[in-house]
Structure formats: C-alpha cells, structure tokens
C-alpha cells in the first residue's frame, strides 16, 4: 500500500505564500503522477490544482497559473506545491494525490491523503 504523508498548510493573509509538501511512503513500485487536488468547505467536488507526472508533464488549474508552482523530487517520492500570491478563494483543504503502481503485477491505483487545511485571510 501507498502512504502519502502531507505538511505545510496554514493560515496566511492575502498576498502571502505557503508550501505544501507530499510524501509517498510504503509499498511503491512506480508513481504515474502525483498533485494535489483541494475542496472549498460548502462544495463536494475536489478541484484539481497541479499535477505532474513522470515525465514531468505538468497540468495547472487556470485559477492558479502563475500563482503556484508544483515541483517533484523522484528520488524521495516527494511533491511540493509552492503558492503564492495567495487570495481568500484559495482557502480549502488541500489533498495530495499519487496514481502509483505498488507491484509490477496489479494495475495502479489512485491514492490520498489526509488533507492539509489552507485559510487565506482577507
């Protein structure tokens, strides 16, 4: 199984900037993509922010381009989103996702964390 192990949520006023890091942990035997994705309180669908994927494609929400930076080391299975400029519609709980193969012989399998809180006071 695949663990993802998140830090770096916060409350920071408008204009500031957090980061946000993902860990993938356990049993893993390649990772496709890895991002976060976030949910606004009052809304029940997650919003894909950034993603990357093996091959260093990257896919950005058009409200944060420009704004945020993903970025990923494959050595230690680790993403981090740096964002900046922060606005209050940027506040949500923030998730990481990985779409990770744990063996060679099963399909790969999307999984997540827990969630980081991210406030962005006006």
């Known amino acids: 199984q695949v663990q993802l192990v998140e830090s770096g949520g916060g409350l920071v006023q408008t204009g500031g900037s957090l980061r946000l890091s993902c860990a993938a942990q356990?049993?893993?035997?390649?990772?496709?993509?890895m991002g976060w994705y976030r949910q606004a309180l009052g809304n029940s669908e997650r919003e894909l922010v950034a993603s990357v994927n093996a091959g260093g494609g990257i896919n950005y929400a058009d409200s944060v381009k420009g704004r945020f930076t993903i970025s990923r080391d494959n050595a230690k299975n680790t993403v981090f989103l740096q964002m900046n400029s922060l606005k209050p519609e940027d506040t949500a709980v923030y998730v990481c996702n990985a779409r990770a193969y744990s063996s060679y012989d099963v399909p790969f399998g999307d999984y997540w964390g827990h969630g980081t809180q991210v406030t962005v006071s006006s």
């Open positions: 356990g049993t893993i035997f390649r990772i496709v993509a």
